[in-house]
Each structure stands twice: as structure tokens, then as C-alpha cells.
């Protein structure tokens, strides 16, 4: 009956993966040709695994990361996913300055890849140097590095992800714990507090004390935090703000590092300080993660159980390509080469978990689906080692076995034997990598919507919008007798709900328990299912915790403190409509208006925007103190364009003159996204739309001296098409277009 799930996968290959004039067929060559290309070290694939592994990536039941997808078979074949990259309290001179992180970053984002970044030893704002000037701070620099991921588009295919990170001992962890708070800035960037044991377990205690600040820059001891305490910067203060933020915006999340560094694989004498930007790696500076995914779905046997012969043997075949590609890779510089191939670090997770849940009949939120869960992580792990060992049996174990440092999941007493990977396994974000095998609940999520619509490019040039209905639901639909034209006349009526099932009528109970959408299942069972997982992964998990939008500020203190408790070692909490909020209520609905008359004289301001469209001029008339009429010229166009702004201006004059709030219409406008973007100051303008809001958002703070404006409504909605985003795997994408800031 529904064709739009294959329709969305081709979709997405011809805009995002396929060569010039290649073919699907051609595309699944291309890649299994480069995984499994003969390597200097010598590993070899036989024509029976090249075969396998061809049947396998073409059936959905394997997938590789999207920067292998998309440069596989190039002459710079870069393959890892995201770049841990140190950065330290020098401006030009050193190895590992800001300026090289610059330069190398943007190197990262031209092939398709993201970054993670540690800010902590950068010195804090206003602390001398020893230029005679005085220090920028970490947050300054975070803005540098966004900026140019802005500019610099990934790949020619997306945008770049970032991971900005700051130990909460750092002096200026107040302003970058707020650095995201009016959604303004940093778009591109996921900011996460580095938590330590010590802070936490003070919270968990309510112990309020002053913490004690980290001070590297010659105010104190030069090897850690110092003795006593400073002043203003209380455990309270800090974790109220903390949790603050994230019930408002999203951000930031935590990282556990003192978690990470307790339970993660490491080599003696050596720390983690850095995660990439979705946070499923933690990695030493300049290391890098290759990813490959099994579909777990695709490893059902008929009756819809677990074939676990089938899931140990694509598991061990993953880890020999990734093994092999991190010889075969190109690199955007040597020292991260000379990590890649210290550590070779790989990462083998999975997709389709729910999927797999809903054809055993399984509901996410249950016992039974974290021991099923548990039992496939766990297989996958154990084959992943045994493969590794095998491979340093032929091959010879990681340069840096010596120094091996096992994880939680060697337990006391266990043998430890050579192994050719630092860690091998993984769940990371994979939004567009689970539609190309096929899998409709991406990494461990549960399914975000039954049905929904989505907009797809046309090779005209428009866009049409379709149904897209789960094949699952479909399924299981006919399997209790229900009709195409039964389905077909539930699918608005799901659409219209939000994408859910459980309140419609029509609609069996049987299938209402296992068609649990994201935002059905109760926060801590999301939590569950991580801590579940969590010790069957040796590297991290990337997971968003769905919160609704009536939760409170306690119940994400209240998430927080129960991950770090379960011994998670991270975690983001995504409210439901969060990045909508605004600051300041706004004037009730009215359902009819007067047009007020205008004077003949009023006073007012022009604002000028230069933009790639042109010079953009904005008078904005004020009257009783308040925006009453808009005007809009835009310079260099053709008359197309001043038509579209002169009709702008009258609808917004019309919409002020009426008594519509100015805050409305502001609000109606900003986040409109188009070809071009511009600065404004230090605003983003993304389109003429969003610059006439931009603009009552001045003329309004000009005339009261108060902005009323909304301040936290910028990327609401998906700046590709304007669809509904939603947080995956810790990643915001758009349902309706596959737009992602931070697939893998």
C-alpha cells in the first residue's frame, strides 16, 4: 500500500550520498568496494565476506557513517564521522592554538564531518596576558568556531555539528552555561558541562558550598582546582542555573567525566577531556570515530526472533571493515592520523531497535523490551572483542596495548586478552543512515510518528509534500484484517494527532501498546533503556531524553541526578517545544480588529541591513511608543523583489494598524530561512522576512528602552523547509525533510 518510506530513502541518497549520475547499484559498490580495499597491513577479504557484505548493505542490514558514504572511492576518502581536537591557552603559536583549531575545524566541515572541542584550559574573560591585553574567554572562541561552521557548509551537503565543552569548575562556567540562553547564537553548537563525581555528589547531598574553581593561569596552583573557594559560584547557584537552561532550551547537556574515565577502555597515564559532537565518544585529543550500524531488524528470524547466528557473524564482519578503513582513510592531518592508527578506536552500534521491538510485539516502555535489548547489545559487544582479538592474533594488537587500560566491562578477574581496538562498540545518531537501510526508529528511539507529512524535492526544481505512513503500522493493521481503505481513512486523522495513535478511535489497544511515539514514553524509561544498554558499550551512547512540555524544572534536576546515579556517562533532556519559549508572555489572541487610524505626521527609524540580496532599508514609524507601521526597500533587485517587500511592509502595517502585537508578527517572521544569509551586528539574517522582524525587535527596544520581543524563537522550525524538529540521539532533525545538523 505505502511506497513513502523507499521514496524518502531515494530521496535522500540523490541529494545527500550519490555521485554525479550514480546509480544505487553503483553507490553499494562504491562503498563496499573502499571498505574492503587491501590495506598496507594486509587484511584481506575473501570473495565469499565481499559478497555478504554487498547482500547486506544493499538489504538494509548494515550502514556506514555518512562522511564514508558520501567520500568513498575519492581521492580524499575521509571516513570518520567526528574529530575530538584539543585546543589550549595560546592564540597562534603552539601546536593545538586556537588558530589551529580554526583551521583544522574548517578543513572538518568542508569534507562533512563534525568537531568536539574542551574549552577548559582556555583562561577566563578579563584575566591577564601577556600581551598587555586581557583574555577573550572560552565563550568568545565557541562563537569563532560557529561561526565558521556556518560559513563553511559540510560537505557542499550540510551543516556542521559542533561539541563545545567546559568543566564546571571553570571560572567562567556561568557565562557559558548561558551562552545558548536567548537561542541567538551557536546554532551549529551542542554546549555539555563536564560533571564531575565530586560536584554531583554534592547535589545528590545538598550540599551547598562554594565549588572549588579550576585556575591554570598563574593565580594559583598550575596542576588543578584550587584550595579554597570562590566567591558567588555556589553548587546550588550553579545547578539550578543548570537545570534552568536545559528545561528552557535543551542545553546544555552533561558528560560524566569522571564516569567516562572511570568505566571507558583507556591506556595508563592518559585522560579523557573531550567528547565528540553527539557525545557517543569519548576520545584523546585528535582522535577520531568510524561508525558502522547493524540493523537490527534486519536480524529477525521468520518467527520474528532474534537470529543470533546472523547477528554475530555481520557484527564481527563490521569490525574488520573498520579496522581495515582506518588504513585505507584519508585524513585531513597527520596527527589525526597518527591517533586513528595509535588507538584504532571503532565503533559498531545499531538502528532499528524499535522496529524490532514492534515486530516481536514488544512495547518500548517494558521489562521485557530492556532484556531483549540488553541481550542484543551484549551478543554484539562480546562478538565485536572476539573479533578484535582475532584480528590482533593475524595482525598484532593497537600500538598502545601496552598501556591497555580495561573498562567496567572487564570484570575483576577477567582475562584480558590482545586486542586490535582500543573499543569497538557504540550507539551513536542516526537519523539519515536509518532511513537509507530502511530502519523507521532510528538508533535505540522509539518511533517518532506513526504518520506524518514530509516535503520532497521534485527534479523540476518545486517540492510536493506526502504522506508518509509506517510500514510496520501497515502490517500490522492487515495482520488483524483491517483494509487498505480502513488504513487509508485513519492516516489524516493520525497525522492530525500529532503523529500518534493512542487516543483515536477505530484503532486496537494491541496496537496503541506498541506504536508508543517518542514523546508517549515516559522520560525515565528513555533513561532506562540507556543505563540499560550502557554497559554492553565500550565506547558511549547518544540518546535524547523526550520529556513533555509540562514538565517541571525538578523532573529534569530530578533526570540528571538518576543518570549520573545509573552510571550513565552523559545525557541531554530535550522538553517538548522548549526551543519555542518565550521570555515574556505576549498580549491574548483577539479575533477581530480595528484598524487605527494614522496621523498624518509621526516620527520614526530606518534600519539599513546589507545582505547578499542587497541593501535592505526598514523605516519602522512609532507611535505610542510602539511599532505602528513598516516599510521595507531593498536595493540591487529586480522588481520582483521590491513588489515582495513593499507587500511585506503593507501586511505588516496593516497587521500593527489592526492590534496585532508586535511581538507576534516579530515572532511570525524571525527563522524564516532563505537561499542567502547575511550579519547584522552580531545577528544572523537569514532571509528579508527574518530581518523585518529583526527589525521590530529593535524599533520596539528603541522606543520603551525594554525588549518585549520574543528572544528564543530562532531555528524553531527546520531551516530547510520549515517543518517540525524533533531532538534525535541528541541531534535536532526535521521529520519532514531529513534535515540533521549532526547525522552520522
Given at each position: 500500500?505505502?511506497?513513502?518510506?523507499?521514496?524518502?530513502?531515494?530521496?535522500?541518497?540523490?541529494?545527500?550520498?550519490?555521485?554525479?549520475?550514480?546509480?544505487?547499484?553503483?553507490?553499494?559498490?562504491?562503498?563496499?568496494?573502499?571498505?574492503?580495499?587491501?590495506?598496507?597491513?594486509?587484511?584481506?577479504?575473501?570473495?565469499?565476506?565481499?559478497?555478504?557484505?554487498?547482500?547486506?548493505?544493499?538489504?538494509?542490514?548494515?550502514?556506514?557513517?555518512?562522511?564514508?558514504?558520501?567520500?568513498?572511492?575519492?581521492?580524499?576518502?575521509?571516513?570518520?564521522?567526528?574529530?575530538?581536537?584539543?585546543?589550549?591557552?595560546?592564540?597562534?603559536?603552539?601546536?593545538?592554538?586556537?588558530?589551529?583549531?580554526?583551521?583544522?575545524?574548517?578543513?572538518?566541515?568542508?569534507?562533512?564531518?563534525?568537531?568536539?572541542?574542551?574549552?577548559?584550559?582556555?583562561?577566563?574573560?578579563?584575566?591577564?596576558?601577556?600581551?598587555?591585553?586581557?583574555?577573550?574567554?572560552?565563550?568568545?572562541?565557541?562563537?569563532?568556531?560557529?561561526?565558521?561552521?556556518?560559513?563553511?557548509?559540510?560537505?557542499?551537503?550540510?551543516?556542521?555539528?559542533?561539541?563545545?565543552?567546559?568543566?564546571?569548575?571553570?571560572?567562567?562556567?556561568?557565562?557559558?552555561?548561558?551562552?545558548?540562553?536567548?537561542?541567538?547564537?551557536?546554532?551549529?553548537?551542542?554546549?555539555?558541562?563536564?560533571?564531575?563525581?565530586?560536584?554531583?555528589?554534592?547535589?545528590?547531598?545538598?550540599?551547598?558550598?562554594?565549588?572549588?574553581?579550576?585556575?591554570?593561569?598563574?593565580?594559583?596552583?598550575?596542576?588543578?582546582?584550587?584550595?579554597?573557594?570562590?566567591?558567588?559560584?555556589?553548587?546550588?547557584?550553579?545547578?539550578?542555573?543548570?537545570?534552568?537552561?536545559?528545561?528552557?532550551?535543551?542545553?546544555?547537556?552533561?558528560?560524566?567525566?569522571?564516569?567516562?574515565?572511570?568505566?571507558?577502555?583507556?591506556?595508563?597515564?592518559?585522560?579523557?577531556?573531550?567528547?565528540?559532537?553527539?557525545?557517543?565518544?569519548?576520545?584523546?585529543?585528535?582522535?577520531?570515530?568510524?561508525?558502522?550500524?547493524?540493523?537490527?531488524?534486519?536480524?529477525?528470524?521468520?518467527?520474528?526472533?532474534?537470529?543470533?547466528?546472523?547477528?554475530?557473524?555481520?557484527?564481527?564482519?563490521?569490525?574488520?571493515?573498520?579496522?581495515?578503513?582506518?588504513?585505507?582513510?584519508?585524513?585531513?592531518?597527520?596527527?589525526?592520523?597518527?591517533?586513528?592508527?595509535?588507538?584504532?578506536?571503532?565503533?559498531?552500534?545499531?538502528?532499528?531497535?524499535?522496529?524490532?521491538?514492534?515486530?516481536?510485539?514488544?512495547?518500548?516502555?517494558?521489562?521485557?523490551?530492556?532484556?531483549?535489548?540488553?541481550?542484543?547489545?551484549?551478543?554484539?559487544?562480546?562478538?565485536?572483542?572476539?573479533?578484535?582479538?582475532?584480528?590482533?592474533?593475524?595482525?598484532?594488537?593497537?600500538?598502545?596495548?601496552?598501556?591497555?587500560?580495561?573498562?567496567?566491562?572487564?570484570?575483576?578477574?577477567?582475562?584480558?586478552?590482545?586486542?586490535?581496538?582500543?573499543?569497538?562498540?557504540?550507539?551513536?545518531?542516526?537519523?539519515?543512515?536509518?532511513?537509507l537501510c530502511g530502519a523507521e526508529c532510528s538508533g535505540i528511539e522509539p518511533?517518532?510518528?506513526?504518520?506524518?507529512?514530509?516535503?520532497?524535492?521534485?527534479?523540476?526544481?518545486?517540492?510536493?509534500?506526502?504522506?508518509?505512513?509506517?510500514?510496520?503500522?501497515?502490517?500490522?493493521?492487515?495482520?488483524?484484517?483491517?483494509?487498505?481503505?480502513?488504513?487509508?481513512?485513519?492516516?489524516?486523522?493520525?497525522?492530525?494527532?500529532?503523529?500518534?495513535?493512542?487516543?483515536?478511535?477505530?484503532?486496537?489497544?494491541?496496537?496503541?501498546?506498541?506504536?508508543?511515539?517518542?514523546?508517549?514514553?515516559?522520560?525515565?524509561?528513555?533513561?532506562?533503556?540507556?543505563?540499560?544498554?550502557?554497559?554492553?558499550?565500550?565506547?558511549?551512547?547518544?540518546?535524547?531524553?523526550?520529556?513533555?512540555?509540562t514538565s517541571t524544572r525538578d523532573e529534569v534536576a530530578s533526570l540528571y541526578?538518576?543518570?549520573?546515579?545509573?552510571?550513565?556517562?552523559?545525557?541531554?533532556?530535550?522538553?517538548?517545544?522548549?526551543?519555542?519559549?518565550?521570555?515574556?508572555?505576549?498580549?491574548?489572541?483577539?479575533?477581530?480588529?480595528?484598524?487605527?487610524?494614522?496621523?498624518?505626521?509621526?516620527?520614526?527609524?530606518?534600519?539599513?541591513?546589507?545582505?547578499?540580496?542587497?541593501?535592505?532599508?526598514?523605516?519602522?514609524?512609532?507611535?505610542?511608543?510602539?511599532?505602528?507601521?513598516?516599510?521595507?526597500?531593498?536595493?540591487?533587485?529586480?522588481?520582483?523583489?521590491?513588489?515582495?517587500?513593499?507587500?511585506?511592509?503593507?501586511?505588516?502595517?496593516?497587521?500593527?494598524?489592526?492590534?496585532?502585537?508586535?511581538?507576534?508578527?516579530?515572532?511570525?517572521?524571525?527563522?524564516?530561512?532563505?537561499?542567502?544569509?547575511?550579519?547584522?551586528?552580531?545577528?544572523?539574517?537569514?532571509?528579508?522576512?527574518h530581518a523585518l522582524g529583526i527589525a521590530l525587535d529593535y524599533a520596539v527596544?528603541?522606543?520603551?528602552?525594554?525588549?518585549?520581543?520574543?528572544?528564543?524563537?530562532?531555528?524553531?522550525?527546520?531551516?530547510?523547509?520549515?517543518?517540525?524538529?524533533?531532538?534525535?540521539?541528541?541531534?535536532?532533525?526535521?521529520?519532514?525533510?531529513?534535515?540533521?545538523?549532526?547525522?552520522?
Amino acid at each position: 500500500m505505502d511506497s513513502s518510506m523507499e521514496r524518502m530513502k531515494n530521496s535522500l541518497l540523490a541529494a545527500r550520498y550519490l555521485l554525479p549520475n550514480e546509480t544505487i547499484e553503483e553507490f553499494n559498490k562504491r562503498i563496499i568496494d573502499f571498505v574492503t580495499t587491501p590495506s598496507d597491513n594486509g587484511i584481506k577479504f575473501s570473495k565469499d565476506e565481499k559478497n555478504d557484505l554487498t547482500v547486506l548493505l544493499t538489504n538494509g542490514s548494515i550502514i556506514f557513517n555518512s562522511p564514508l558514504l558520501m567520500n568513498a572511492g575519492k581521492e580524499q576518502a575521509l571516513a570518520s564521522a567526528c574529530y575530538v581536537l584539543p585546543v589550549i591557552d595560546s592564540l597562534v603559536d603552539d601546536e593545538g592554538s586556537i588558530m589551529d583549531l580554526q583551521k583544522l575545524s574548517a578543513k572538518i566541515f568542508k569534507l562533512g564531518a563534525g568537531v568536539g572541542v574542551d574549552y577548559s584550559l582556555l583562561r577566563p574573560e578579563g584575566i591577564n596576558v601577556n600581551s598587555g591585553g586581557t583574555a577573550s574567554g572560552p565563550t568568545s572562541f565557541m562563537l569563532l568556531i560557529d561561526t565558521l561552521a556556518e560559513v563553511v557548509k559540510s560537505g557542499g551537503k550540510r551543516r556542521a555539528a559542533i561539541m563545545s565543552t567546559l568543566r564546571i569548575d571553570h571560572p567562567d562556567i556561568e557565562k557559558f552555561i548561558n551562552v545558548k540562553k536567548n537561542n541567538k547564537t551557536m546554532q551549529n553548537t551542542n554546549i555539555s558541562i563536564m560533571m564531575t563525581n565530586n560536584f554531583m555528589d554534592k547535589v545528590v547531598n545538598d550540599i551547598d558550598s562554594n565549588i572549588d574553581i579550576l585556575n591554570l593561569w598563574g593565580n594559583g596552583p598550575t596542576d588543578g582546582p584550587t584550595d579554597g573557594p570562590t566567591d558567588g559560584l555556589s553548587v546550588k547557584k550553579l545547578w539550578d542555573m543548570i537545570v534552568d537552561n536545559a528545561w528552557t532550551t535543551g542545553d546544555p547537556g552533561l558528560v560524566f567525566i569522571d564516569v567516562i574515565n572511570n568505566t571507558t577502555n583507556g591506556v595508563t597515564n592518559q585522560t579523557y577531556t573531550g567528547v565528540n559532537a553527539c557525545s557517543e565518544f569519548s576520545l584523546y585529543p585528535y582522535e577520531s570515530c568510524l561508525i558502522g550500524t547493524i540493523n537490527v531488524s534486519k536480524c529477525l528470524q521468520p518467527d520474528n526472533q532474534i537470529d543470533y547466528e546472523k547477528l554475530n557473524y555481520v557484527t564481527g564482519l563490521l569490525v574488520k571493515c573498520l579496522d581495515n578503513v582506518i588504513d585505507i582513510a584519508w585524513y585531513p592531518d597527520t596527527k589525526i592520523k597518527q591517533q586513528a592508527h595509535k588507538y584504532r578506536r571503532v565503533g559498531v552500534g545499531i538502528t532499528g531497535l524499535g522496529d524490532t521491538l514492534i515486530k516481536m510485539n514488544v512495547s518500548y516502555d517494558t521489562d521485557k523490551a530492556l532484556t531483549i535489548s540488553k541481550d542484543i547489545m551484549s551478543t554484539i559487544n562480546k562478538n565485536a572483542i572476539e573479533m578484535s582479538e582475532e584480528l590482533a592474533n593475524t595482525y598484532g594488537a593497537f600500538p598502545q596495548y601496552s598501556k591497555f587500560k580495561p573498562g567496567s566491562y572487564y570484570t575483576p578477574g577477567s582475562i584480558v586478552k590482545p586486542r586490535r581496538n582500543l573499543a569497538v562498540t557504540v550507539i551513536a545518531p542516526t537519523g539519515s543512515t536509518s532511513i537509507l537501510c530502511g530502519a523507521e526508529c532510528s538508533g535505540i528511539e522509539p518511533m517518532y510518528a506513526v504518520a506524518y507529512k514530509r516535503m520532497m524535492r521534485l527534479d523540476t526544481g518545486g517540492n510536493t509534500w506526502f504522506d508518509v505512513v509506517s510500514p510496520l503500522f501497515i502490517e500490522k493493521m492487515k495482520a488483524l484484517k483491517f483494509t487498505d481503505a480502513d488504513i487509508k481513512e485513519l492516516i489524516p486523522k493520525i497525522i492530525a494527532n500529532n503523529g500518534s495513535v493512542q487516543t483515536l478511535a477505530g484503532i486496537p489497544d494491541s496496537i496503541k501498546q506498541i506504536f508508543k511515539t517518542a514523546h508517549e514514553v515516559e522520560p525515565i524509561n528513555h533513561l532506562k533503556m540507556v543505563a540499560n544498554l550502557q554497559p554492553y558499550v565500550e565506547n558511549a551512547i547518544s540518546k535524547t531524553i523526550n520529556i513533555p512540555y509540562t514538565s517541571t524544572r525538578d523532573e529534569v534536576a530530578s533526570l540528571y541526578i538518576k543518570a549520573w546515579e545509573m552510571g550513565c556517562k552523559g545525557i541531554t533532556v530535550f522538553r517538548d517545544g522548549c526551543k519555542n519559549e518565550q521570555v515574556y508572555s505576549t498580549a491574548v489572541d483577539v479575533n477581530t480588529h480595528t484598524k487605527e487610524v494614522r496621523p498624518d505626521i509621526l516620527t520614526g527609524q530606518t534600519i539599513r541591513m546589507s545582505l547578499p540580496q542587497g541593501s535592505l532599508y526598514i523605516n519602522v514609524t512609532i507611535k505610542d511608543n510602539k511599532p505602528f507601521e513598516l516599510f521595507a526597500i531593498l536595493g540591487k533587485s529586480g522588481l520582483d523583489q521590491h513588489a515582495y517587500c513593499e507587500a511585506m511592509g503593507r501586511l505588516i502595517s496593516l497587521s500593527l494598524r489592526s492590534g496585532i502585537s508586535v511581538e507576534r508578527i516579530s515572532k511570525s517572521l524571525k527563522g524564516i530561512r532563505g537561499r542567502d544569509w547575511g550579519m547584522w551586528g552580531e545577528e544572523y539574517i537569514w532571509s528579508v522576512p527574518h530581518a523585518l522582524g529583526i527589525a521590530l525587535d529593535y524599533a520596539v527596544k528603541n522606543s520603551t528602552g525594554i525588549l518585549k520581543a520574543p528572544v528564543k524563537d530562532v531555528i524553531q522550525h527546520c531551516p530547510e523547509c520549515g517543518g517540525k524538529m524533533v531532538s534525535d540521539n541528541g541531534c535536532m532533525k526535521c521529520l519532514a525533510c531529513e534535515y540533521s545538523k549532526c547525522s552520522s
